[in-house]
């Protein structure tokens, strides 16, 4: 089980430390946490509004209304805890690291398996490609009437089962946030390569 980012009572405490910055509505707050760690971890708003909300309730943080948007600011109360707790937020600030480098880490094996996973997909693609183009090839040379229309339509029909295979898996992927730029990249890559392969262009 992946450990949690914060320890238990450091958000609390760190988001005391954003808002003493300034005065943020939640969104901000969010996206703050979100470039703190990189883009690898962004807190839901199910994770922020209880906690800001408890921080009310304790008198550490006051909110009020900017047009259609709530805005978070500090106390008093809020900064004299803060001052009081001061030597806990290198602690944090050490902790997220750790968090980042993990969360980093999870992220580039997360990649490295798609990869891996999609270059099989592709090279599995590109062999039964192969096999039915000549398996309709073999069908067709048996027709002389219609040799070479045979054959072009045998492989249109192979190509276009393997490109709605192919957009079915990517949209599978983008459903469920594994696709990235690299994984395109790579996409782009392998399918040159297996075109390149297939009529053997140099």
């Known amino acids: 089980m992946t450990p949690p980012v914060f320890a238990h009572g450091h958000l609390r405490l760190y988001l ?3 808002l003493a910055e300034e005065p943020m509505h939640g969104y901000e707050i969010i996206l703050a946490l979100e470039e703190q760690f990189g883009g690898t971890y962004t807190p839901s708003a199910g994770t922020i509004y209880p906690r800001l909300a408890k921080l009310e309730e304790e008198g550490l943080v006051t909110k009020s209304a900017d047009g259609r948007k709530t ?8 900064r004299a805890e803060l001052a009081a707790r001061a030597h806990e937020l290198d602690e944090i600030e050490s902790d997220l690291n750790d968090s980042v ?3 980093a880490d999870e992220v580039r094996s997360s ?3 798609a990869m891996k996973s999609l270059r099989a997909d592709l090279a599995a693609a590109a062999r039964e490609a192969r096999d039915e183009s000549r398996a309709a090839s073999r069908t067709v040379r048996s027709d002389l009437r219609d040799t070479s229309n045979g054959w072009l339509r045998d492989a249109e029909i192979t190509l276009n089962d393997f490109r709605h295979q192919l957009r079915a898996d990517l949209r599978s992927m983008a459903a469920r946030d594994e696709l990235t730029p690299e994984l395109v990249g790579e996409l782009k890559v392998q399918l040159d390569g ?7 262009i140099d």
Request: aromatic share 12%.
């Open 194 to 200: 297996v075109r390149k392969s297939f009529f053997r």
């Open 71 to 78: 805005v978070y600011a500090i106390t008093d109360a809020g």
């Open 101 to 103: 480098r993990r969360l």
């Open 111 to 113: 990649v490295n398996q």
């Open 16 to 18: 005391l430390s954003l």
